[in-house]
């Protein structure tokens, strides 16, 4: 399955590129203007979208809607209301239509005790019996959850336990719809599961929504429509299309105080991720966010740090940092272009940059010298792996450094970072903050929130050193590599 590639002009002329990963699009309410809904999506910059299928029929439609249009993909299964129809034949049935090349995912499945339309036990038996089957077929879940409240009147609780129970989502899923609040989508967000939004984020200033799109990490952000339901403001009481995805868009990013272009490449790059659609983007040496231009120059990095995003995903932030070779300065300087354009010019990427320390110098000096502010953003291993104290030839080079510091003693130092120097790495990281201070680079150090660091610890070592503290969040929660 591939991503096919927006059709004529470049892109910073192109709409942002959107994902509306659940639609019914087979529906009878699309038979007379089908294509012209497909055609409107793809002109809004909706390059990716999964059909979703909810009972046999609607699975079949879907795969066949997926076989005609490059940009649609499908899902197969059950929804609760039809739960008492799944029998071993049906599920066979799903088994075979899910070996489908364009099928990425099971469902629509889950619970809904709002209509009842299955009894309770059959509806838990169906979800069950669909998550064991994206289970062995390594496909995530669709997952619908309406009122599925326990005795206790917990939203979310009988979907949650039954996950739990059956180790359900092992290749992730997407809670569509999302029916609960900021504790519920951390629940979700725990088990490894996306957070669908769609059009009831528009429906009110600071709803139940408002707090679930702030807190949840935005790698775990998905779009949705569920067209021909649930239409955006100001559509409702009319059909909802994928087109109007762009509407959910620009009211997360809003909430999010985000640009619409970044929540589209995350959240695409999300759905990639998520439903293993290949055939997303190249490498990218140069990558633009928030106004800053960030550059990949390598992969290779003297620590292993457990929580480093690079080893949970090729992508970041809807931009793939696997790179096949490490660019040439030249290259580099080609990426960037004019320097003059971004906030800031910062070497960071899925490597340590001072790894490759002449081509940080030649790239930095030149963006310099054409009027661009550089940052280095470094493990601070600089000094240690050149054997010399390279800060005076960083001095020329960047304009600011940040230190990931991650620790306020070496023995955690080493616990999660893993660094290849050894136990003494530490120490030279706080000697690499003292001779930026003392050579004038203005210098900020930084310490991801992990349970095993204390950061009032951190931050007193920062006052010591005379330095700022920034404190990023771990994102999604990572499990400690073996
Ligand atoms: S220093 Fe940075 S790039 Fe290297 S492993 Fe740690 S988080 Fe990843």
């Given amino acids: 399955m591939t991503l096919p590639e927006p059709s004529g002009g470049t892109p910073r002329e192109a709409p942002p590129l959107l994902s509306d990963t659940h639609v019914h699009l087979n529906l009878d309410r699309f038979a007379n203007d089908r294509e012209a809904v497909i055609r409107r999506a793809r002109d809004a910059g909706v390059r990716l979208l999964v059909n979703v299928g909810f009972d046999l029929e609607t699975s079949r439609e879907s795969i066949a809607l997926a076989e005609r249009s490059e940009s649609i993909y499908a899902s197969v299964g059950l929804h609760p209301h039809d739960s008492a129809k799944l029998d071993d034949a049906l599920l066979e049935e799903f088994e075979r239509l899910a070996a489908h090349p364009m099928v990425v995912a099971i469902g629509e499945t889950g619970l809904d005790y709002y209509r009842d339309l299955s009894p309770r036990d059959e ?9 064991r089957l994206a289970n062995r077929l390594d496909l995530p879940l669709i997952v619908h959850s309406r009122d599925a409240k326990d005795e206790r009147g917990r939203a979310l609780a009988d979907v949650l336990a039954i996950v739990d129970e059956e180790e359900g989502g092992a290749a992730g899923g997407v809670m569509h719809c999302f029916p609960g609040d900021v504790e519920h989508a951390k629940a979700v967000v725990e088990r490894g599961f996306h957070v669908g939004i769609g059009g009831p984020v528009t429906y009110s200033a600071r709803g ?14 998905l779009l949705e429509t569920d067209a021909p339901w649930l239409p955006p403001v100001p559509h409702r ?3 909802n299309e994928p087109a109007h995805v762009a509407l959910v868009a620009a009211r997360i990013a809003e909430i999010r105080e985000m640009t619409v272009a970044d929540l589209a490449r995350v959240t695409i790059g999300n759905a990639i991720k998520l439903f293993r659609i290949t055939g997303g983007s190249a490498p990218s040496v140069a990558y633009e966010m928030r106004g800053n231009l960030y550059l990949n120059i390598t992969n290779r990095c003297t ?3 457990y929580f480093c995003v690079r080893y949970e995903s090729d992508t970041l932030w809807g931009y793939n940092l696997r790179l096949d070779r490490e660019p040439t300065v030249d290259e580099i300087l080609e990426a960037v272009g004019d320097p003059t354009r971004h906030r800031e010019i ?6 340590e940059p001072t790894v490759r320390l002449d081509v940080v110098l030649a790239v930095g000096e030149r963006l310099r010298a054409l009027g661009g502010r550089v940052r280095l953003d470094t493990n601070g291993h600089g000094s240690l792996i050149w054997s010399r104290n390279v800060v005076p030839e960083l001095a020329r080079a960047v304009d600011a450094v940040s ?17 290849k120097f050894g136990a003494a790495t530490f120490d030279h990281v706080v000697a690499f903050v003292r001779q930026c201070v003392k050579a004038h680079v203005p210098v900020t ?9 204390d950061l009032g610890e951190v931050r007193a070592l920062a006052r010591e050193l005379d330095v700022p503290l920034r404190v990023r969040g771990s994102g999604a929660p990572r499990r400690r590599r073996a």
Wanted: hydrophobic share 40%.
């Fill in 346 to 351: 910062v070497f960071c990427g899925y490597g």
């Fill in 208 to 221: 139940r929504l408002f707090g679930v799109v702030t807190e949840v990490p935005v790698n775990r952000l």
């Fill in 403 to 419: 230190v990931s510091l991650n620790a306020a003693d070496a023995a955690t130092y080493e616990s999660i970072c893993g660094p």
């Fill in 237 to 239: 009481g009319e059909r």
């Fill in 445 to 453: 150090v930084s310490a991801v929130d992990v349970p095993e660091v």
């Fill in 123 to 131: 509806q838990r038996r169906a979800f069950r019996e669909q998550i």
């Fill in 303 to 305: 620590n292993e740090c």
